[in-house]
């Protein structure tokens, strides 16, 4: 089965077309990266996946997650999870993680008095703080953590549904290296258990090795889809960024600079 069907999908802006004409199928079990320059249309795609933009209307687009174009949003969220910047600033609170985690299962920021919080739920937190190798921080606030810490807390929020597929927008941003392998090590948790991944970055270093599949994205549109080895090459992200590109591999992950 396919996790996602999307067919010509496109956005406008203040008049600009920042989505044109994209159409993109993602096999269930699929571990996808994408990446491109700032404006390229990457974080766009990801939103329209997820439906928090809904493209314009025309009669050949077309969106089928798990199979299905009608969802109830309730049964949607608990299939998808997502982490992106915004989600980042959202919970920057002195909710405290335990609750910020625990109230990915009710698709809210925190807890309110109308939660209703059962053993099974708190069991499900407790299990994935666990996971993730963050139950030290079950109590702490979270406008108290590291970026590091931080981005463990939105990856154990986002997979507390056990989705079937993580949409995950520039998770890593601005955490330093040590940071980083460690995000990545978790990621790759989930790709390892089956998850369908799209991981979105300008980092080509995040691109964990369980990603075989990358896209790339330019102008609003794919401009390059294939497998890691054939896509990043010094050849490709030239054309792509206009500029003299350099690209080294090592154990599986890979690095650029110009």
Aim: with cysteine; hydrophobic share 40%.
């Amino acid at each position: 089965m396919n996790t996602i069907e999307l067919c010509h999908a496109s956005v406008r802006r203040e008049g600009e077309f920042i989505l044109k004409d994209v159409s993109l199928t993602v096999k269930e079990g699929e571990k996808i990266a994408i990446i491109g320059p700032n404006g390229a249309g990457k974080s766009t795609l990801i939103n329209v996946i997820a439906r928090n933009i809904y493209p314009l209307w025309k009669p050949e687009y077309a969106l089928k997650l798990f199979g299905q174009e009608r969802w109830k949003i309730e049964d949607l969220k608990k299939k998808i999870g997502i982490v992106n910047q915004s989600l980042s600033w959202y919970v920057n609170t002195t909710y405290s993680v335990y609750e910020i985690v625990l109230s990915g299962l009710y698709s809210a920021i925190g807890l309110d008095f109308h939660h209703k919080v059962t053993a099974e739920d708190d069991k499900k937190c407790l299990e994935e703080l666990d996971r993730i190798g963050i139950t030290h921080l079950k109590d702490k606030a979270m406008n108290t953590l590291s970026s590091g810490e931080r981005s463990k807390v939105l990856l154990a929020r986002a997979n507390i549904t056990n989705p079937s597929l993580l949409l995950l927008d520039e998770a890593s941003n601005a955490l330093d290296f040590p940071s980083r392998s460690e995000l990545r090590k978790t990621i790759s948790k989930y790709a390892k258990a089956g998850k369908t991944i799209l991981l979105v970055t300008h980092e080509l270093s995040e691109i964990i090795p369980e990603i075989d599949r990358v896209i790339i994205m330019k102008n609003g549109e794919i401009f390059m889809d294939g497998k890691k080895e054939e896509v990043i090459t010094e050849r490709i992200l030239e054309e792509v960024y206009e500029r003299k590109i350099y690209v080294d591999s090592r154990d599986g992950l890979y690095n650029a600079w110009c």
